[in-house]
């Protein structure tokens, strides 16, 4: 992912920033490509970390508060 643009404003900065590392930290279903082009389930020890829901739960509560 790429970001060919600058963020001025603390708050945005702040909720990118949050967007970003939750990406980073999502193991389910994570994979990794070897050399010959295959893809592999990373195996982890850590607790699983399912972005799309940490989103889908994100946007639930926005909406319930009236953040249209």
Not at 33 to 44: E, F, I, M
């Amino acid at each position: 992912m790429k970001l060919c643009f600058l963020f001025f404003h603390y708050l945005l900065k702040k909720r990118l920033k949050k967007i970003l590392e939750t990406y980073l930290k999502d193991n389910v279903k994570a994979r990794y490509q070897d050399n010959t082009g295959a893809y592999h389930y990373v195996k982890s020890d850590h607790k699983p970390v399912n972005s799309q829901l940490i989103f889908h739960d994100w946007a639930s509560r926005f909406v319930d508060s009236d953040g249209e």
